[in-house]
């Protein structure tokens, strides 16, 4: 993340009140621009309080991206929970044969525009 000039702090155990304060601080000390998460976790399958993430972010102009891949879309709405953005490894078990490779995002026009931008211009499958 570096080469990219991103400063990144990671966390374990969500929802654990030091989780929470600790993302508080977070969000106070520095300029946040992307909070992102797996939920569930991947392997632990601990599963985020979305809404309260969202809320807190929102609040200091985070952005929240949530990697839902383990729960499916079927079960986990996270746009609907407050999330801007949602990621599904479609490798898994929305392809469930272990035979596909691929993938999904979901947000406003306006944030997957600008992935899809930056897609053209990393020359990533888009
Ligand atoms: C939660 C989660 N998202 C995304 C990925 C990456 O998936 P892919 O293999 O399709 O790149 C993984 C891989 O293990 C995962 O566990």
Known sequence: MQKYEVDQEQR???????YVDALEHALDKNE????FT????????RCVDIELVSKLCHSKGT???VDGTFATPLNQKA???G??????SAT????????VLGGCISGSEKLISAVRTL????????
């Open 12 to 18: 374990d155990t969500p929802n654990s009140l030091e």
């Open 32 to 35: 946040v621009t992307l909070f």
């Open 38 to 45: 797996e939920s569930p976790t991947n392997p632990f399958l």
């Open 63 to 65: 952005l929240v991206c």
């Open 79 to 81: 746009l609907a929970l």
């Open 83 to 88: 999330a801007d953005i949602v990621l599904h």
């Open 92 to 99: 898994k078990y929305i392809a469930g044969h272990n035979d």
């Open 119 to 126: 897609h053209n211009i990393f020359g990533w499958c888009s």
